[in-house]
C-alpha cells in the first residue's frame, strides 16, 4: 500500500529565501507524480507532473525533481513571494492512474 | 478551456440526512474521479470512473455512498444517511485518457473548486 509522507509539515520563510520541499513514498512502482498546491478554501491547482521515465520538470520558478528508486520528489521554489503562500501536496500515481496525497507542507512567506 | 464545475459549493445538513454533489468535468476527458478531503488530511480518493464504468471504488464507503456517471459526463455523489465524521470538502477532478501500460498520454489532473460539507 503505497504511503506518502511529506517534509517539513510547516514552513515559514522571509520573502525571496529559496526553498526545498520534500515528499517521500514507499511504493516506488509509479507512473507519474505530480505537485499540486492548495490555497484556503479552494480546490489544487496542478503545478508540475514528472512522468516516471523524466528526472525533472521546471516551470517559471518551480522545478520538482523525482528519484523513483529511492522514493523521494523534492519541489524547490526560487526566489520566494508572499503569493507562494499555500498548501503544497504530491501525490505519486500508480496503474490506474489513482493519486496517493501526503498530508501537505503549509508554507508560509513573510513580506 | 472551461475547468471542473461542481456544485453545491457548501452544504450543512444535519447527520441521518441525505446529500448529493453533482460534477461536470472538462470536455473529452475520460476520466472522473470523487476525492473526500478531511480537514487537516489530503485528498483520499472514493471513486474513479473511466467513461461510465467503475475503474476503483475500493475506499467509497458502500454501505452509505453512492455515485454515478451518466452518459460518461457529469457525475454525481450521493451520501445518505450522513454521519458526523462525513465533514469534508469533496472534490471532483478529471484527467485525459488512462493507459493501463502507464505509457504515453497525459496524466494530468485538473480538480474542481470542491463542495464542503458540514454534518451536524
Known amino acids: 500500500k503505497q504511503e506518502v509522507t511529506q517534509i517539513p509539515a510547516a514552513l515559514s520563510v522571509p520573502e525571496g529565501e529559496n526553498l526545498v520541499l520534500n515528499c517521500s513514498f514507499t511504493?516506488?512502482?509509479?507512473?507519474?507524480l505530480q505537485w499540486f498546491r492548495q490555497d484556503p478554501g479552494k480546490g489544487l491547482t496542478s503545478l508540475l507532473l514528472?512522468?516516471?521515465?523524466?528526472r525533472e520538470q521546471t516551470s517559471g520558478r518551480l522545478n520538482a525533481s523525482l528519484d523513483k528508486s529511492s522514493g523521494r520528489s523534492t519541489l524547490y521554489i526560487a526566489a520566494s513571494q508572499p503569493g507562494d503562500s499555500a498548501t503544497y501536496l504530491c501525490?505519486?500515481?500508480?496503474?490506474?492512474?489513482?493519486?496517493?496525497f501526503g498530508t501537505g507542507t503549509l508554507l508560509a512567506v513573510q513580506p | 478551456e472551461a475547468g471542473v464545475a461542481q456544485s453545491p459549493r457548501y452544504k450543512i445538513i444535519e447527520k441521518r440526512q441525505s446529500v448529493a454533489f453533482w460534477c461536470n468535468p472538462i470536455s473529452g476527458h475520460a476520466t472522473l474521479y470523487w476525492y473526500q478531503q478531511i480537514l487537516g488530511q489530503g485528498p483520499k480518493l472514493l471513486i474513479q470512473?473511466?467513461?461510465?464504468?467503475?475503474?476503483?471504488d475500493s475506499q467509497l464507503p458502500k454501505d452509505r455512498f453512492s455515485a454515478e456517471r451518466l452518459k460518461g459526463v457529469d457525475s454525481t455523489l450521493k451520501i445518505q444517511p450522513a454521519k458526523l465524521e462525513d465533514s469534508a470538502v469533496y472534490l471532483c477532478a478529471s484527467s485525459h485518457l488512462f493507459l493501463k501500460t502507464g505509457t504515453g498520454g497525459n496524466y494530468g489532473y485538473t480538480f474542481g473548486s470542491g463542495t464542503r460539507l458540514t454534518v451536524v
Open positions: 514528472i512522468q516516471s521515465s523524466q
Open positions: 470512473f473511466q467513461n461510465n464504468g467503475v475503474v476503483d
Open positions: 501525490a505519486p500515481t500508480g496503474a490506474t492512474n489513482k493519486l496517493i
Open positions: 511504493d516506488s512502482a509509479i507512473y507519474n
